[in-house]
Protein backbone atom coordinates (compact mmCIF):
# COMPACT_ATOMS: atom_id res chain seq x y z
CA UNK A 1 0.00 0.00 0.00
CA UNK A 2 2.93 2.43 1.08
CA UNK A 3 4.11 2.03 -2.84
CA UNK A 4 0.88 2.89 -4.10
CA UNK A 5 0.30 5.90 -2.02
CA UNK A 6 3.73 7.02 -3.28
CA UNK A 7 3.11 6.63 -7.10
CA UNK A 8 -0.08 8.09 -6.33
CA UNK A 9 1.63 11.69 -5.01
CA UNK A 10 3.77 11.33 -7.51
CA UNK A 11 1.03 11.62 -10.60
CA UNK A 12 -0.63 13.80 -8.26
CA UNK A 13 2.05 16.33 -8.46
CA UNK A 14 2.84 15.58 -12.30
CA UNK A 15 0.36 18.65 -13.50
CA UNK A 16 2.42 21.09 -10.88
CA UNK A 17 5.31 19.97 -12.53
CA UNK A 18 4.30 20.51 -15.70
CA UNK A 19 3.01 23.99 -14.61
CA UNK A 20 6.31 24.59 -13.26
CA UNK A 21 8.06 23.80 -16.30
CA UNK A 22 6.13 25.82 -18.56
CA UNK A 23 6.34 29.01 -15.99
CA UNK A 24 10.06 28.30 -16.70
CA UNK A 25 10.68 28.07 -19.84
CA UNK A 26 8.40 31.16 -20.62
CA UNK A 27 9.99 33.27 -17.67
CA UNK A 28 13.70 32.20 -19.76
CA UNK A 29 12.14 33.62 -23.46
CA UNK A 30 14.45 36.16 -24.20
CA UNK A 31 11.37 37.85 -25.65
CA UNK A 32 9.43 37.87 -22.58
CA UNK A 33 10.33 41.64 -20.78
CA UNK A 34 9.02 40.08 -17.72
CA UNK A 35 11.79 37.90 -17.78
CA UNK A 36 14.67 40.19 -17.38
CA UNK A 37 13.49 41.91 -13.94
CA UNK A 38 14.10 41.01 -10.62
CA UNK A 39 11.11 39.39 -9.79
CA UNK A 40 10.87 37.23 -13.12
CA UNK A 41 14.29 35.77 -12.28
CA UNK A 42 13.41 35.11 -8.78
CA UNK A 43 10.27 33.24 -9.91
CA UNK A 44 11.81 31.62 -12.89
CA UNK A 45 14.35 30.41 -11.06
CA UNK A 46 11.99 28.83 -8.00
CA UNK A 47 10.23 27.11 -10.45
CA UNK A 48 13.45 25.60 -11.78
CA UNK A 49 14.58 24.30 -8.33
CA UNK A 50 10.87 22.66 -7.85
CA UNK A 51 11.02 21.05 -10.91
CA UNK A 52 14.63 19.32 -10.44
CA UNK A 53 13.59 18.49 -6.86
CA UNK A 54 10.10 16.93 -7.33
CA UNK A 55 11.78 15.04 -10.65
CA UNK A 56 11.90 11.03 -10.60
CA UNK A 57 15.37 10.36 -12.36
CA UNK A 58 16.48 7.39 -13.93
CA UNK A 59 19.48 5.53 -14.32
CA UNK A 60 22.08 8.06 -14.86
CA UNK A 61 24.88 8.11 -17.80
CA UNK A 62 28.44 7.46 -17.15
CA UNK A 63 29.61 10.42 -19.42
CA UNK A 64 33.34 8.47 -19.11
CA UNK A 65 34.38 9.09 -22.92
CA UNK A 66 37.51 10.02 -22.44
CA UNK A 67 40.49 9.90 -20.49
CA UNK A 68 44.47 10.67 -20.58
CA UNK A 69 47.01 8.66 -20.42
CA UNK A 70 50.78 9.51 -20.64
CA UNK A 71 49.32 13.19 -21.86
CA UNK A 72 47.42 11.85 -24.76
CA UNK A 73 43.45 11.66 -24.69
CA UNK A 74 41.52 8.26 -25.18
CA UNK A 75 38.95 7.08 -26.00
CA UNK A 76 36.77 4.94 -23.09
CA UNK A 77 33.26 2.76 -24.12
CA UNK A 78 31.48 1.45 -21.27
CA UNK A 79 30.78 -1.80 -21.93
CA UNK A 80 28.87 -4.96 -20.39
CA UNK A 81 31.10 -7.87 -20.43
CA UNK A 82 29.00 -10.04 -17.86
CA UNK A 83 25.44 -10.55 -17.10
CA UNK A 84 23.73 -11.36 -14.42
CA UNK A 85 20.01 -11.36 -13.22
CA UNK A 86 20.73 -8.83 -10.13
CA UNK A 87 23.62 -6.94 -11.46
CA UNK A 88 25.73 -6.98 -14.44
CA UNK A 89 30.09 -6.21 -14.90
CA UNK A 90 30.72 -3.40 -16.71
CA UNK A 91 34.18 -2.86 -18.32
CA UNK A 92 35.63 0.59 -19.12
CA UNK A 93 37.26 -0.69 -22.34
CA UNK A 94 40.15 2.31 -23.45
CA UNK A 95 41.52 2.69 -26.84
CA UNK A 96 44.51 1.82 -26.30
CA UNK A 97 47.51 -1.04 -27.28
CA UNK A 98 50.04 -2.95 -25.37
CA UNK A 99 49.70 -1.70 -21.68
CA UNK A 100 50.19 -4.05 -18.56
CA UNK A 101 47.65 -2.40 -15.97
CA UNK A 102 46.49 -3.51 -13.30
CA UNK A 103 42.81 -5.06 -13.02
CA UNK A 104 40.50 -3.24 -10.64
CA UNK A 105 37.27 -4.93 -9.79
CA UNK A 106 35.42 -1.64 -8.61
CA UNK A 107 32.23 -3.35 -6.00
CA UNK A 108 29.89 -0.51 -5.67
CA UNK A 109 27.52 -0.36 -3.34
CA UNK A 110 23.94 -2.10 -3.30
CA UNK A 111 22.28 0.77 -0.93
CA UNK A 112 20.09 3.21 -2.84
CA UNK A 113 22.81 5.13 -5.58
CA UNK A 114 23.53 3.55 -8.60
CA UNK A 115 26.91 2.39 -9.74
CA UNK A 116 27.34 5.78 -11.45
CA UNK A 117 27.64 7.62 -7.97
CA UNK A 118 31.27 6.23 -8.18
CA UNK A 119 31.80 7.72 -11.91
CA UNK A 120 34.70 9.73 -10.09
CA UNK A 121 36.18 6.77 -8.66
CA UNK A 122 36.14 5.34 -12.00
CA UNK A 123 37.19 8.68 -13.25
CA UNK A 124 40.57 8.64 -11.09
CA UNK A 125 41.51 5.36 -11.66
CA UNK A 126 41.10 4.67 -15.36
CA UNK A 127 44.53 6.09 -16.76
CA UNK A 128 46.40 4.11 -14.55
CA UNK A 129 44.08 0.55 -14.80
CA UNK A 130 42.02 -1.72 -16.98
CA UNK A 131 38.57 -0.71 -14.48
CA UNK A 132 35.45 -3.08 -13.95
CA UNK A 133 32.65 -1.99 -11.71
CA UNK A 134 29.91 -4.10 -10.15
CA UNK A 135 26.35 -2.84 -11.99
CA UNK A 136 23.52 -3.53 -10.08
CA UNK A 137 19.72 -3.43 -11.44
CA UNK A 138 17.08 -1.51 -9.86
CA UNK A 139 14.73 -3.88 -8.75
CA UNK A 140 11.68 -3.05 -9.15
CA UNK A 141 12.95 -4.12 -12.59
CA UNK A 142 13.20 -7.67 -12.06
CA UNK A 143 10.25 -10.09 -12.39
CA UNK A 144 8.83 -11.65 -8.97
CA UNK A 145 9.48 -15.15 -10.81
CA UNK A 146 13.32 -14.21 -10.85
CA UNK A 147 15.84 -16.18 -7.75
CA UNK A 148 15.63 -14.05 -4.44
CA UNK A 149 18.80 -12.09 -3.72
CA UNK A 150 20.09 -11.70 -0.29
CA UNK A 151 23.44 -10.90 0.96
CA UNK A 152 24.88 -14.84 0.70
CA UNK A 153 24.11 -13.54 -2.80
CA UNK A 154 25.77 -10.66 -3.01
CA UNK A 155 28.76 -12.79 -1.77
CA UNK A 156 28.57 -15.31 -4.39
CA UNK A 157 28.12 -12.46 -7.39
CA UNK A 158 31.88 -10.90 -5.78
CA UNK A 159 33.09 -14.64 -6.21
CA UNK A 160 31.91 -14.70 -9.23
CA UNK A 161 33.32 -11.52 -11.09
CA UNK A 162 36.41 -12.20 -9.65
CA UNK A 163 36.54 -15.93 -11.26
CA UNK A 164 35.78 -13.93 -14.36
CA UNK A 165 38.65 -11.76 -14.09
CA UNK A 166 41.00 -14.44 -12.90
CA UNK A 167 44.45 -14.05 -10.97
CA UNK A 168 46.08 -10.56 -10.04
CA UNK A 169 42.51 -8.81 -9.97
CA UNK A 170 42.36 -6.09 -7.32
CA UNK A 171 39.31 -5.24 -5.94
CA UNK A 172 38.00 -1.71 -4.41
CA UNK A 173 34.50 -1.63 -2.28
CA UNK A 174 33.08 1.58 -1.55
CA UNK A 175 31.01 1.80 1.86
CA UNK A 176 28.57 -1.52 2.25
CA UNK A 177 30.23 -3.81 0.27
CA UNK A 178 33.28 -4.11 2.16
CA UNK A 179 31.17 -5.97 4.21
CA UNK A 180 30.30 -9.09 1.60
CA UNK A 181 33.88 -8.55 -0.13
CA UNK A 182 35.69 -9.53 3.07
CA UNK A 183 33.66 -12.42 3.25
CA UNK A 184 34.55 -13.21 -0.36
CA UNK A 185 37.92 -13.07 -0.36
CA UNK A 186 38.02 -14.79 3.19
CA UNK A 187 35.84 -17.93 1.44
CA UNK A 188 37.85 -17.88 -1.25
CA UNK A 189 41.82 -17.70 0.89
CA UNK A 190 40.11 -20.60 2.08
CA UNK A 191 39.55 -22.68 -0.87
CA UNK A 192 43.04 -21.95 -1.83
CA UNK A 193 41.27 -20.40 -4.81
CA UNK A 194 43.89 -19.00 -7.56
CA UNK A 195 41.33 -16.14 -8.23
CA UNK A 196 41.82 -14.83 -5.00
CA UNK A 197 42.79 -11.09 -5.39
CA UNK A 198 46.32 -9.52 -4.82
CA UNK A 199 44.65 -6.44 -3.10
CA UNK A 200 41.69 -5.18 -1.15
CA UNK A 201 40.85 -1.78 -0.74
CA UNK A 202 38.28 -0.92 1.39
CA UNK A 203 36.65 2.49 1.78
CA UNK A 204 34.69 3.80 4.48
CA UNK A 205 33.01 0.56 5.21
CA UNK A 206 30.87 -1.06 8.21
CA UNK A 207 33.13 -3.98 9.24
CA UNK A 208 32.79 -3.39 12.92
CA UNK A 209 29.71 -0.90 13.70
CA UNK A 210 30.88 -1.45 17.27
CA UNK A 211 33.48 1.07 16.41
CA UNK A 212 32.15 4.67 16.93
CA UNK A 213 28.56 4.06 16.01
CA UNK A 214 27.16 6.78 14.25
CA UNK A 215 23.35 7.39 13.79
CA UNK A 216 23.03 4.56 11.33
CA UNK A 217 24.51 2.27 13.28
CA UNK A 218 22.26 3.43 16.29
CA UNK A 219 18.89 3.17 14.57
CA UNK A 220 19.69 -0.32 13.40
CA UNK A 221 21.26 -1.14 16.49
CA UNK A 222 17.97 0.18 18.38
CA UNK A 223 15.23 -1.83 16.57
CA UNK A 224 14.29 -5.69 16.43
CA UNK A 225 14.75 -6.33 12.44
CA UNK A 226 10.97 -7.25 12.37
CA UNK A 227 10.69 -3.59 12.92
CA UNK A 228 12.49 -2.96 9.58
CA UNK A 229 10.16 -5.35 7.71
CA UNK A 230 7.06 -3.51 9.18
CA UNK A 231 7.91 0.18 8.46
CA UNK A 232 10.17 0.38 5.12
CA UNK A 233 9.27 -3.18 3.31
CA UNK A 234 6.86 -2.99 0.49
CA UNK A 235 5.67 -4.52 -2.81
CA UNK A 236 5.99 -3.08 -6.01
CA UNK A 237 3.47 -1.75 -7.27
CA UNK A 238 2.19 -2.33 -10.83
CA UNK A 239 3.00 -1.54 -14.03
CA UNK A 240 6.51 -2.40 -12.69
CA UNK A 241 8.15 -5.69 -14.52
CA UNK A 242 9.36 -6.50 -10.47
CA UNK A 243 5.12 -5.60 -9.37
CA UNK A 244 4.99 -8.20 -6.25
CA UNK A 245 8.21 -8.06 -5.15
CA UNK A 246 9.10 -7.15 -2.09
CA UNK A 247 11.72 -4.34 -1.86
CA UNK A 248 13.25 -1.58 0.44
CA UNK A 249 11.69 1.62 -1.83
CA UNK A 250 14.48 4.12 -3.64
CA UNK A 251 11.77 6.48 -2.10
CA UNK A 252 12.42 5.39 2.08
CA UNK A 253 16.47 5.29 1.06
CA UNK A 254 16.07 8.98 -0.41
CA UNK A 255 14.01 10.69 2.24
CA UNK A 256 16.36 8.67 5.23
CA UNK A 257 19.49 10.54 2.75
CA UNK A 258 18.22 13.62 3.22
CA UNK A 259 16.88 13.95 6.52
CA UNK A 260 20.14 13.09 7.60
CA UNK A 261 21.72 16.24 6.62
CA UNK A 262 18.19 18.34 5.85
CA UNK A 263 20.42 21.49 6.92
CA UNK A 264 22.98 21.31 4.64
CA UNK A 265 20.26 20.13 1.38
CA UNK A 266 18.17 23.14 2.32
CA UNK A 267 21.24 25.80 2.01
CA UNK A 268 22.67 23.47 -1.36
CA UNK A 269 19.12 23.95 -2.78
CA UNK A 270 19.07 28.17 -1.27
CA UNK A 271 22.63 28.14 -3.23
CA UNK A 272 21.32 26.51 -6.18
CA UNK A 273 18.09 29.44 -6.47
CA UNK A 274 21.10 31.95 -6.03
CA UNK A 275 22.99 30.53 -8.58
CA UNK A 276 20.24 30.40 -11.18
CA UNK A 277 18.82 34.38 -10.09
CA UNK A 278 22.56 35.63 -10.68
CA UNK A 279 22.83 33.96 -13.92
CA UNK A 280 25.89 31.90 -12.48
CA UNK A 281 24.92 28.72 -15.13
CA UNK A 282 28.48 27.29 -14.44
CA UNK A 283 27.94 27.11 -10.66
CA UNK A 284 24.32 26.19 -11.29
CA UNK A 285 24.82 23.43 -13.34
CA UNK A 286 27.13 21.60 -10.90
CA UNK A 287 24.18 21.84 -8.33
CA UNK A 288 22.07 20.33 -10.82
CA UNK A 289 24.52 17.19 -11.90
CA UNK A 290 24.98 16.68 -8.05
CA UNK A 291 21.25 16.19 -7.51
CA UNK A 292 20.69 14.64 -10.66
CA UNK A 293 23.10 12.14 -9.44
CA UNK A 294 21.75 11.79 -5.90
CA UNK A 295 18.39 12.03 -6.62
CA UNK A 296 18.47 8.79 -8.66
CA UNK A 297 17.85 6.02 -6.74
CA UNK A 298 16.75 2.41 -6.77
CA UNK A 299 14.78 -0.50 -4.81
CA UNK A 300 16.81 -3.21 -2.87
CA UNK A 301 15.68 -6.72 -2.69
CA UNK A 302 14.11 -7.04 0.80
CA UNK A 303 15.88 -10.16 1.57
CA UNK A 304 18.84 -8.47 0.93
CA UNK A 305 18.40 -5.42 2.86
CA UNK A 306 16.84 -7.60 6.16
CA UNK A 307 19.98 -9.81 5.96
CA UNK A 308 22.31 -6.73 5.89
CA UNK A 309 20.98 -4.97 8.66
CA UNK A 310 20.72 -7.91 10.96
CA UNK A 311 24.04 -9.53 10.11
CA UNK A 312 26.06 -7.10 9.91
CA UNK A 313 24.73 -4.10 12.23
CA UNK A 314 22.87 -5.96 14.54
CA UNK A 315 24.66 -9.17 14.86
CA UNK A 316 28.14 -8.31 14.35
CA UNK A 317 28.36 -11.54 12.51
CA UNK A 318 31.63 -10.90 10.53
CA UNK A 319 34.39 -9.75 12.83
CA UNK A 320 33.01 -12.11 15.67
CA UNK A 321 33.73 -15.20 12.96
CA UNK A 322 30.28 -15.82 13.11
CA UNK A 323 29.29 -14.68 9.85
CA UNK A 324 27.82 -17.88 7.62
CA UNK A 325 27.38 -17.40 3.74
CA UNK A 326 26.07 -20.10 1.38
CA UNK A 327 26.37 -22.91 4.57
CA UNK A 328 30.19 -21.82 4.59
CA UNK A 329 31.83 -20.11 7.59
CA UNK A 330 32.85 -16.37 6.51
CA UNK A 331 36.87 -16.83 9.05
CA UNK A 332 38.80 -13.68 7.82
CA UNK A 333 41.83 -15.17 9.52
CA UNK A 334 41.92 -17.17 6.66
CA UNK A 335 43.89 -14.50 4.28
CA UNK A 336 47.34 -14.92 3.91
CA UNK A 337 47.83 -13.69 0.32
CA UNK A 338 46.03 -10.67 -0.19
CA UNK A 339 47.21 -7.46 1.11
CA UNK A 340 44.66 -5.12 2.46
CA UNK A 341 44.25 -1.27 2.44
CA UNK A 342 41.43 0.45 4.67
CA UNK A 343 40.68 4.27 3.83
CA UNK A 344 38.45 6.27 6.42
CA UNK A 345 37.55 9.80 6.51
CA UNK A 346 37.79 11.71 9.60
CA UNK A 347 33.96 13.49 9.51
CA UNK A 348 32.55 10.08 7.64
CA UNK A 349 28.65 10.25 9.61
CA UNK A 350 27.84 6.88 8.07
CA UNK A 351 30.82 4.59 8.95
CA UNK A 352 32.48 5.94 11.69
CA UNK A 353 36.06 6.38 12.13
CA UNK A 354 37.58 2.14 12.98
CA UNK A 355 34.70 0.60 11.90
CA UNK A 356 36.60 -0.05 8.59
CA UNK A 357 40.07 0.10 9.68
CA UNK A 358 38.90 -3.23 11.43
CA UNK A 359 39.33 -5.37 9.25
CA UNK A 360 43.48 -5.14 9.96
CA UNK A 361 42.58 -6.50 13.65
CA UNK A 362 40.48 -9.47 11.81
CA UNK A 363 43.05 -10.69 9.39
CA UNK A 364 45.40 -12.30 11.82
CA UNK A 365 47.32 -14.35 9.83
CA UNK A 366 47.94 -11.77 7.40
CA UNK A 367 51.78 -10.42 7.42
CA UNK A 368 51.42 -6.73 8.58
CA UNK A 369 53.86 -5.92 5.85
CA UNK A 370 50.63 -6.76 3.63
CA UNK A 371 47.94 -4.48 5.92
CA UNK A 372 47.85 -0.63 4.85
CA UNK A 373 45.48 2.03 6.49
CA UNK A 374 44.94 5.85 5.54
CA UNK A 375 42.47 8.15 7.42
CA UNK A 376 41.94 11.08 5.16
CA UNK A 377 41.08 14.07 7.34
CA UNK A 378 38.30 16.97 6.50
CA UNK A 379 36.32 14.90 4.48
CA UNK A 380 32.93 13.12 5.49
CA UNK A 381 31.69 10.29 4.00
CA UNK A 382 31.15 11.00 0.13
CA UNK A 383 34.57 12.81 0.21
CA UNK A 384 36.53 9.21 0.77
CA UNK A 385 35.60 7.92 -3.12
CA UNK A 386 34.95 11.59 -4.76
CA UNK A 387 36.06 14.88 -4.65
CA UNK A 388 39.52 17.19 -4.60
CA UNK A 389 40.78 15.02 -1.85
CA UNK A 390 39.87 11.52 -3.41
CA UNK A 391 41.48 12.94 -6.73
CA UNK A 392 44.70 14.36 -4.92
CA UNK A 393 45.58 12.54 -2.15
CA UNK A 394 43.39 8.58 -1.70
CA UNK A 395 43.35 8.12 -5.26
CA UNK A 396 46.92 8.14 -5.76
CA UNK A 397 47.71 6.50 -2.03
CA UNK A 398 45.32 3.93 -3.49
CA UNK A 399 47.10 3.17 -7.27
CA UNK A 400 50.29 3.26 -5.23
CA UNK A 401 49.33 0.29 -2.79
CA UNK A 402 47.71 -1.61 -5.84
CA UNK A 403 51.16 -1.17 -8.14
CA UNK A 404 53.18 -2.27 -5.24
CA UNK A 405 51.41 -5.87 -4.96
CA UNK A 406 50.47 -6.27 -8.14
CA UNK A 407 52.05 -9.71 -9.36
CA UNK A 408 53.62 -8.49 -12.16
CA UNK A 409 54.69 -4.44 -11.42
CA UNK A 410 54.53 -5.20 -7.90
CA UNK A 411 57.24 -5.75 -5.32
CA UNK A 412 55.47 -7.94 -3.14
CA UNK A 413 56.91 -11.42 -4.04
CA UNK A 414 60.12 -9.64 -3.17
CA UNK A 415 59.75 -8.04 -0.04
CA UNK A 416 57.32 -6.66 2.10
CA UNK A 417 55.87 -3.04 2.21
CA UNK A 418 57.85 -1.34 4.72
CA UNK A 419 56.82 0.33 7.82
CA UNK A 420 53.36 -1.90 8.10
CA UNK A 421 50.53 -0.04 9.03
CA UNK A 422 50.26 3.23 8.04
CA UNK A 423 48.12 6.03 8.99
CA UNK A 424 47.96 9.57 7.45
Not at 167 to 183: D, I
Not at 206 to 232: M, Q, Y
Request: aromatic share 8%; proline share 6%; glycine share 6%.
Amino acid sequence: MMYYLHEAQRLAMLPTRVAAEALRFGLRNPWNPFAHTALGRQISSAADVFEQVTRRYGKPSWGLDTTEIDGRTVSVEPEEVLHRTYGQLVHFRRDVEGRKDPKLLIVAPMSGHYATLLRGTVEAMLPDHEVYITDWIDARLIPVQSDRFNLSDYIDYVIDFLHFLGPNTHVLAVCQPSVPVLAAVSIMSGWGDLCTPATMTLMGGPIDTRENPTAVNKLAKDHPIEWFERRVITKVPLPYPGAGRKVYPGFIQLTNFISMNLDRHMQSLHELFDHLVEGDEEEAEKKKSFYQEYLAVMDLPAEFYLQTVKTVFQDHALPQNAMVARWQPVLPDRITRTAILCVEGELDDISGVGQTKAALTITKSLDTGLKAYHLQDKVGHYGVFNGGKWRRIIAPRVKSFIREHDQETGTARQRSVPGGVEAA
